[in-house]
C-alpha cells in the first residue's frame, strides 16, 4: 500500500522528467554524431553504439549537476512539496539548467569541427575579449540551421512535456508525511550521489568520474567526445587547476632523457642580424596543398614557395586552438594538459623569439587584424617581449587604408588588406626586426569580399574558397615585400595555427588532424624538402640556430640545425591523449598507460593499434614523452621557464 502511496508522490512522478532530460541527451549525441560523420565514418556500428552507451553516465552525471537545486527541492520530506508556487519554482530550476545543457551539446555539435574536442570552462575565458560574439553567434545559427532547428525542437520538448506531479497525500498530517517519505527520500539521496560520480559504490576505493574516465572506451582521441557530453566537460573544468607534476622520473633522471634548456655552439659562427618575418595562417591546413596531396589543391602561391624553401613533408600543431599556436611557434611552449593562455600559470615569466632577439638590437611587433585584445593575443604579445601591437584600432588609425570598410564584419580586417598594412609598416620601422602576423580571413563563418565572389568560387569546403583568397592575399604581400632592398636579408617562416574542416578520412586521423605546413624561406637560401619530423616548437629554436644565436635559453622544442636529432621527433596533445611521433611511429598515452602504438607509414588511417609489439621503440619514445610532460608541468608550477643562474642546472 505504502509503494502504491509513494508512486503517487512527486518524488516518484518527478522522475519522469529526469527520464525525459536524460532522453534529450542521448538524442544530442546522436545529433553531434550525424553532425560530425566525417570523423567517425571509418568506425564500425557495434563500437559506435558501445561508445553511445558509455556516455550514457556521463549523461546521468551531467543531468544531476544540472539540476540539483530543483532535486533537493522535490526529495525534502516535508509537505511544503505541495504548494504550487514551490512547483513552479521547482520546474525553473529544472528546465532552465537543462535547456542550456541542450543548447551547449548542440552547440558542439558544430564546432567540433573546429575544436577537435568537447568544449569545457576555457571557452568562456578564451572568448571573453570579444566583442561580437553576439553576432559571430547569430550568424552561425544560419550557418548550422539543421542543428538549430533540431535545438528548437528540443528544447520544446523538455518544456512541453516536464510532467507536474500531482498532490495525493492530502489526508496526511504533516509529520506523518515526513516519517512515511524520509526512507525514500534516503534513497533518493543515494541514487543522486551515485550518479555524480558515476558509481553505486561511494566509498574511498571508488573514486569518483572524470572527463579521464572516457578513455576506457575509446580507440581513438577524438571518440572521447562521443562518451563525454559539453554540460559535464564545462561543469567539471570549472576553476580547476590542471597543472600537477606527475613525477615520473627524479629530478636527475628528467634531465638525462629532456631538457627544454638549449646551450647554442658559440663556435657556430658570427650572429647574422637578419630580419625575421613569421605568419601564422589562419586554419591553413596541409591538407589544403596540392604540392603535399598530388592534386591541384587550393593554396598555389604557397605551393610555388614551398619548393624554394626549407619545407617539411612531416609538420604538426601542438594543439588545435589559435591560442595553443602562438606560444608554440613564438616561444617554444607546448600545449600539454591545458591552454597556456587560460591557465592560472598564463602571467609566468616565459622567453619567446621576441625577447630573446632584443638582446640583440632587434625590434619585435606583432600584427593581428582583429579588435584589440581579441583572443588574448595582445596580453601574449606583452607577456613574450613585443615591443608593440599593431591591430585594428592601429589599421583605423592609418589613412592610407579604408579603415572598417575593410572589416570582415565578424573578426578582422581582411587579410588581402592587413596584409599590404604589415608590409608597408615593415617599410618604417626599424631594422633589424622580428616580427609576427596572423591572419583572420580563412576562419569561420569563411566570407569572402564581395569582389572576389566569383574569382574564388566555392570548393567542396566552407573554407577551401577562404585558402584560395588569403594564399592570393600572401602572393601580393611578397610583391611589395619584394621591393625593398632588405626583402634578400629577410627569414620568412610560414606556418598555420592549426588544421580545419577535413576533406578526407587521411587527415582525420589523431595523428595528421595536426597536419599543418612549415616553411623557412629566404631568397637565395635552403631549398629542401625534408623528411624530418618537425613540429611547431621546432621554430624558434631552429630560427635562432639560423641566426647563429649563442645564449642559452628554453624552448620545447629541437632545433632542425641539430646533428643530435637528425630524426626528430613530435608531441602533442589531443584531449585526452597525449601523442609522440618519432620515426615510423606514432604513440598515444593517457598520462597513466599507453593506449596506442602505430606506424603511420604504412597504417595511415592508424587501424592496427601495435600495442606490445614494439617494445624497445615504445619504452624510448613513452620514456622521451613522460620526461617532456613532466619537465614542462613542473617548470610551469616552479615559473621556471626562461634561463636564470641556476635554471642549466636543473
Known amino acids: 500500500m505504502l509503494i502504491k502511496k509513494f508512486l ?49 553516465k556521463f549523461d546521468f552525471a551531467a543531468i544531476f549537476y544540472l539540476t540539483v537545486v530543483s532535486f533537493i527541492m522535490m526529495i525534502l520530506p516535508f509537505k511544503l ?110 541514487f543522486f550521489m551515485a550518479g555524480l560520480r558515476g558509481s553505486f559504490f ?82 591553413f591546413g596541409k591538407e589544403y596543398s596540392g604540392l603535399f596531396n598530388g592534386y591541384k589543391g587550393f ?14 613533408k612531416n609538420s604538426f600543431a601542438t594543439g588545435r586552438k589559435s591560442i595553443d599556436a602562438m606560444p608554440s611557434i613564438l616561444a617554444g611552449i607546448p600545449y600539454l594538459t591545458d591552454h597556456f593562455f587560460m591557465s592560472m600559470y598564463s602571467n609566468n615569466k616565459v622567453n619567446s623569439i621576441a625577447s630573446l632577439l ?36 592601429e589599421y583605423c588609425q592609418d589613412s592610407s587604408f579604408s579603415a572598417m570598410d575593410d572589416f570582415d564584419g565578424h573578426w578582422a580586417i581582411w587579410d588581402e588588406e592587413f596584409l599590404q598594412y604589415y608590409a608597408k609598416s615593415m617599410g618604417e620601422i626599424p631594422q633589424p626586426f622580428v616580427t ?54 629577410t627569414l620568412f617562416v610560414i606556418t598555420a595555427d592549426h588544421t580545419n574542416q577535413i576533406l578526407s578520412k587521411k587527415y582525420s586521423t589523431d595523428r595528421n588532424i595536426f597536419s599543418v605546413p612549415i616553411l623557412f624561406y629566404q631568397e637565395n637560401g635552403i631549398k629542401k624538402m625534408s623528411d624530418k619530423l618537425f613540429g611547431q616548437t621546432d621554430i624558434t629554436p631552429t630560427i635562432l640556430d639560423y641566426l647563429n644565436f649563442d645564449e642559452p635559453y628554453i624552448a620545447f622544442g629541437h632545433s632542425y640545425f641539430d646533428q643530435n636529432d637528425t630524426l626528430g621527433y613530435v608531441v602533442n596533445y589531443s584531449e585526452p591523449l597525449y601523442q609522440i611521433s618519432k620515426g615510423e611511429y606514432f604513440l598515444q598515452f593517457d598520462g597513466q598507460n599507453e593506449t596506442g602504438f602505430f606506424r603511420p607509414n604504412t597504417d595511415v588511417l592508424l587501424k592496427s593499434n601495435l600495442l606490445g609489439k614494439y617494445p624497445t621503440e615504445e619504452a624510448e619514445m613513452l620514456k622521451i614523452l613522460k620526461a617532456e610532460i613532466q619537465s614542462y608541468h613542473t617548470r610551469m608550477i616552479e615559473n621556471n621557464m626562461t634561463i636564470t643562474k641556476t635554471s642549466t642546472e636543473k
Open 202 to 283: 561511494i566509498d574511498a576505493d571508488h573514486r569518483p568520474m572524470n572527463m579521464n574516465n572516457a578513455n576506457e572506451y575509446i580507440k581513438k582521441s577524438n571518440e572521447s567526445a562521443i562518451v563525454l557530453n559539453t554540460p559535464y566537460c564545462i561543469l567539471r573544468t570549472a576553476g580547476k587547476p590542471t597543472f600537477a607534476n606527475p613525477k615520473y622520473f627524479d629530478d636527475n633522471e628528467l634531465v638525462s632523457i629532456f631538457t627544454p634548456v638549449h646551450t647554442p655552439d658559440s663556435s657556430a659562427g658570427e650572429f647574422k642580424n637578419m630580419n625575421v618575418v613569421i605568419i601564422i595562417l589562419e586554419s
Open 81 to 190: 512539496v505541495f504548494n504550487t508556487l514551490y512547483q513552479k519554482i521547482a520546474k525553473c530550476f529544472f528546465i532552465i539548467p537543462i535547456v542550456l545543457g541542450i543548447c551547449a551539446n548542440i552547440f558542439d555539435a558544430a564546432f567540433f569541427s573546429f575544436n577537435g574536442r568537447r568544449t569545457n570552462f576555457s571557452f568562456f575565458k578564451e572568448f571573453s575579449n570579444e566583442n561580437n560574439l553576439f553576432g559571430i553567434f547569430l550568424k552561425g545559427l544560419i550557418d548550422f540551421w539543421p542543428l538549430t532547428i533540431a535545438a528548437i525542437i528540443l528544447i520544446f520538448i523538455v518544456i512541453r512535456f516536464y510532467y507536474k506531479p500531482k498532490t495525493d497525500f492530502a489526508e496526511f498530517s504533516a509529520k506523518r508525511y515526513s516519517l512515511k517519505v524520509l526512507p525514500f527520500t534516503i534513497i533518493c539521496i543515494y
Open 299 to 312: 593554396s598555389p602561391f604557397l605551393d610555388s614557395l614551398y619548393t624554394e624553401g626549407l619545407t617539411f
Open 8 to 56: 503517487k508522490h512527486p518524488i516518484a512522478q518527478y522522475a519522469l522528467n529526469y527520464f525525459l532530460a536524460f532522453l534529450l541527451f542521448v538524442i544530442c549525441r546522436i545529433i553531434f554524431i550525424i553532425a560530425n560523420q566525417n570523423y567517425y565514418s571509418g568506425t564500425e556500428t557495434s563500437h559506435l553504439l558501445t561508445l553511445i552507451c558509455s556516455g550514457l
Open 436 to 489: 609576427v602576423c596572423f591572419t583572420a580571413s580563412s576562419h569561420n563563418p569563411f566570407r569572402l569580399p564581395a569582389r572576389y565572389k566569383n574569382q574564388f568560387p566555392e570548393g567542396p569546403k566552407p573554407i577551401t574558397k577562404c585558402v584560395e583568397y588569403t594564399d592570393n592575399a600572401l602572393r601580393l604581400f611578397f610583391n611589395t615585400m619584394r621591393q625593398y632592398p632588405w626583402f634578400g636579408n
Open 358 to 393: 632584443k638582446s640583440k638590437g632587434y625590434y619585435s611587433a606583432f600584427y593581428h587584424g582583429a579588435p584589440n585584445g581579441s583572443m588574448g593575443f595582445l596580453h601574449f604579445a606583452r607577456l613574450a617581449g613585443f615591443h608593440d601591437y599593431f591591430g585594428m584600432t
